[in-house]
Every structure is written in C-alpha cells, then in structure tokens.
C-alpha cells in the first residue's frame, strides 16, 4: 500500500470517529466504555490528546512530552473536532510521507516512519471509534475499504507482555467467533464484539 493511499483511509476512520463523537451529549459523558479504566469523558480527553500529540508529531515536534498531555474539557464533543481537523491537516502536509513520527509513548527516543505511525493512529481510531460507538449503544460501520487494511494492521500489533501492562492500548488477542473483519480486528486487539 502506498502511503497515500493509506492516508486516505486514515481520513476516513477519524471522520468516521468524528461523526459517531458529535452524537454524545453531557448526560453520556460519565458512562463506562470498552476502556475499563476510562468513562466515556475521560475517552474522549485521550482520544483528543492522541490527535494532538500526532499532529504534532506529524509537523517534526512529537517529542515535546506537553503535546501529549490528556487535559478535562467543559466542551469535549468540540474540542474533539477540532483536534480531529488538526491531525488531518497535519497528515496532509507534504513533508508527512518522509517524515519521522517521535512517539515518545513508545519510549523516550522512539521514532517510526510515516507509514507505520500512520497505521498506529488509524488502528486506534477505528478501534476508539467503535468504543465510543457501544458506550453510546449505537452500532459501528467499518467503512468497507478499511476492513482489509485495518485488519492487516491490527494483526500486526505484537502479542506479549506489553499488552498487560496498565493502560496498554490494547490486550491480550481474544478467540475469534467468525470471519467479521471488524470482529477480527476487535478480537485481535483484546476487545469483545459483545460489549
């Protein structure tokens, strides 16, 4: 896959977030979500950290610890997207495809190129798109040119140790019922479809 073309579906999947966010009102704000460890707000407050700290490692200065910082909001659904709108901007600067991502979350000195830290923030915004999803009771549509990629990436993010850690990403590989695409990347990732 080329690097545009995964940019491309790395928009959708942020939009996709974006569209399934402006959906939660204040009254959802303290619900439980797939996150165990989060409520719905406290969700949202990393997901828009997670935006703010790649688009700003897309732009040459992730390693600056503060662009990572999960802060409260008195306006979360917007805050969101206008972080969203940031990341995207960022992904679409032209230097982005030969640029290398710091993501000091990885390790003080961890640097990927594009391509991967693309991938990373694609995976964890379907995944946290579809968190947001069942946290509000609403279905989650994969976006059907993102079943294949996402699942290739999701089947990518190494087992092991990392992944029992407290507030690892995600958790240990579940058994998989059927051939779903989103089941899979779900399971893979230590998320239940039935949540």
Not at 15 to 44: F, H, M, N
């Amino acid at each position: 896959m080329l690097i545009n073309d995964l940019l491309a579906l790395h928009r959708t999947a942020v939009l996709t977030s974006v569209e399934i966010v402006s959906r939660v009102s204040a009254d959802d704000l303290g619900k439980p979500t797939p996150c165990s460890e989060w409520t719905l707000a406290g969700l949202l407050a990393h997901m828009t950290a997670q935006h703010h700290g790649f688009a700003a490692a897309a732009r040459g200065k992730g390693e600056d610890l503060a662009v990572w910082e999960i802060s409260a909001s008195s306006r979360p659904v917007a805050d969101y997207a206008e972080a969203a709108q940031d990341v995207l901007a960022a992904f679409a600067e032209p230097e982005v495809p030969q640029r290398e991502f710091a993501l000091p979350e990885f390790g003080p000195a961890a640097r990927f190129p594009a391509m991967q830290a693309v991938s990373f923030h694609l995976i964890d915004y379907v995944v946290h798109g579809w968190d947001v999803a069942r946290s509000l009771g609403l279905d989650y549509r994969l976006a059907p040119e993102l079943a294949e990629p996402a699942l290739q990436i999701a089947l990518a993010v190494p087992e092991g140790e990392s992944r029992l850690k407290p507030g690892a990403p995600f958790g240990p590989a579940l058994a998989a019922d059927d051939d779903d695409p989103l089941n899979r990347i779900l399971t893979t990732l230590g998320r239940s479809p039935k949540w």
